[in-house]
């Protein structure tokens, strides 16, 4: 009890320290780690007993609905949960391979140093604030649930039954309340009698959960769930079965969210930029060709018609000329025969 | 006179339409009183059903025929597709319409869509991308279409200057559909964890926008065999003596743009080595989609444009068209969220089917109503040779 507070305290400086810095980490090429001061909660499952008492915190510290069953009935446990516009932690059983005593996990929004959420949001809702929450802005947002389908953990609920206001709701790490001086820690590590739960800064919690792994190697499985997976997460989790086996998954990678979709973003003003000069240079090829093609034809029906010209002037001028020639031949012979006759005739006198 | 307008209104098609409006009142009322846990099965699992799924992907996908076949008529200069330029805008024009409509039924508070746009630009989101676009290209859709309504209002002068402005509205047109066009599958980039990795791939964008221009070809070919029968009275001479050349062309050019598909999927398949992943369930289903739906169209397609086959090309559009409609549906519904327990698992309810049916009938209506009064199948008589 008295290191959570301890790192509570630590906790508030920090917020404290961080505030009037510029978080320029998060622009540029640069590989964002989070805010330098930025809190987070150590989750430990080997200290869990599923006693719930998380989740009733929650509820009252949210002003959340109350459940259908009470928070110390514990047949709730029997089946598996996931969050829900009524519930922003819940805790889960499990029984893990090969025997031994039942794991209990808490779910929660784990606050992504990355989040796929604020990434995802196309009205900008969403928030990572130096304090390591992320928050969610109800007054702007559209209700498209982009952000659901982009959580990697499946943690943003909605209130489906909402006709005209419905809102996207899960954990905010109480940053409201802890901001306004009324928490100072989340509701639901405060609540936690077993410290399987701590506040404090990130980069603290991480040196804390490599030191239980390293004094308890036996105890531990060797990994900071949370420590990389997409891109890190302001949620950090230890346990002593495969994480597998608590419903948490081992597959998600260590990208962040933003570096999944940044290449497919960046086409984008190139295909604003190039397109226009290559659809403008592939229509000015084709209006040339028409225009050539046009023109050719253009210059083959002149020719054409020239040739036709020329061709029927030739016959012409030769038909003339053979006209010409007939004429002078039929006259020669007119003559001819004229001058014969003429000739005949004069003989004929001569005889008579 | 006034009988036969009487009866010729009952059609079975009209019965029909006039149920499907009654259902969608219904279904709308419901839907904003009881929100989407009155009409819906979607949960916090399953956020985005069928009105994602279909109305918006494939509803985006199917209008792509706009972009392909102004970009075919007015800048690679194929002067002789002009007659389908119009039907194609048209439809194109009522599919993005319908898909905003659409989607005020799907987001919680659709008076809010502007806000991405006028009031806080998420800009790292592909949705915002999507929504930028598709707003733009509903305007520049819009613009394009009115040449038609406005020879139809017979304001000459207004028509000109809209005509005038074609050139630069297809470059638009071409840049913003390949913007959006190729979101709508990077919406899916940010969520590898739960698209099955035969369907999830970083060339996702490459793959939506190149099957778009696909069914964008074969919307045209499919869309005027459907509409030959009921308009072939309001369809010109030139229209008519064009069909057949426009069906054969755009069969050719469908098949060549499978076939680039085909190898993307491949090349997709390839670069992330998900080989293993063909023998399973998932694998077959993969084929499926992938041996029936694309490279079967695409040796359709080339050999019907090949033999003059009209009847087999029209045949291999409703296929494309039913392929990639398939294609959509194991993106966002079939493969997402494929390692959820079946019980998990989304499936639409009778009212979300209700609600897209509604919003087809409604495309269906807005499209008689504007063919049969403004020159789309034919050239209004004041701008014979026009363009």
Sequence with gaps: MRRRKFLALMGVAGAGLALGKTPAQAAGNAHFEGYPDGKAVLFDATRCIGCRKCEAACNQVNKLPAPAKPFDDLTVLDAERRTSAKAYTVVNRYQPAG?????????????????????????????????GSVTYDASVCVGCRYCMVACPFNIPAYEYDEPLTP???????????ISSGELAMPGCVGAC??????????????????ARIEAFPGRYVDHVYGEREMGGTSWLHLSGVPFSQIGMREDLGVTSAPELTSGALAVVP???????????????????????????????????????????????????????????????????????????AAKEEEGA | MTSEAKKSLFTPFNVFAGVVLLVGAYLTVMRFTGGLAAVTNLDDNNPWG????????????????????????????????????????LTAFLGYALVVFALHYDVGRPW?????????????????????????????????????????????????????????????????????QSSLGALYLIAPSKLHPLWYSTYLPIQFFVSAIAVGLSMVIFEGTLSHKPFHHKMDATYLAEHDGVILGFARGASIVLASYLAIKLIALGADNNWKYLISGWGAWYLVEVLGFVALPCLLYAIGSRERNIRLIKWTSGLTVFGVVLNRFNVSLVAFNWQLPSAQRYFPSWGEIGVSVFVVVVGILVFRFIV??????????DYKDAH
């Design chain 1, 99 to 131: 025997g031994g005593a039942p794991v209990f996990r808490k779910i929660q929004c784990n606050h992504c140093l990355e989040p796929a959420c604020a990434s995802a949001c196309f009205v900008r809702a969403f928030k990572k604030n130096p304090d």
């Design chain 1, 167 to 177: 809102r996207v709701m899960k954990c905010t790490m109480c940053h409201p309340q």
């Design chain 1, 193 to 210: 009698p077993k410290e399987a739960l701590v506040y404090g800064r990130r980069s603290d919690l991480l040196k804390i959960a490599h």
């Design chain 1, 270 to 344: 190139m295909v604003a930029a190039v397109w226009p000069a290559l659809l403008g240079g592939i229509w000015a090829i084709s209006k040339r060709n028409a225009k050539t093609a046009d023109e050719e034809k253009k210059e083959a029906v002149k020719a054409a018609v020239a040739a036709n010209q020329a061709d029927n002037d030739a016959e012409l001028a030769k038909a003339k000329e053979q006209a010409e020639k007939d004429k002078k031949d039929s006259i020669e012979r007119e003559v001819k025969k004229a001058l014969e006759e003429a000739a005949a």
């Design chain 2, 50 to 89: 069928i009105w994602i799924g279909f109305d918006l992907l494939c509803g985006v996908a199917l209008a792509a025929g706009g972009f392909t076949t102004s970009a075919a008529v007015y800048i690679f200069g194929m002067k002789k597709y002009h007659s389908a330029v119009r039907p194609a805008i």
């Design chain 2, 112 to 180: 809010r869509l502007p806000y991405p746009i006028f009031l806080q630009p998420g800009t790292t989101s592909l949705l915002y991308e999507v929504g930028l676009c598709v707003f733009l290209y509903l305007t520049v859709l819009f613009i394009e279409y009115s040449v038609a309504a406005l020879e139809w209002l017979g304001l000459k002068k207004l028509r000109g200057l809209v005509h005038k402005l074609t050139l630069l509205l297809t470059v638009f047109g071409v840049v913003l559909s390949t913007l959006h």
């Design chain 2, 372 to 381: 049969t009064r403004m020159p789309i199948f034919h050239e209004h008589p």
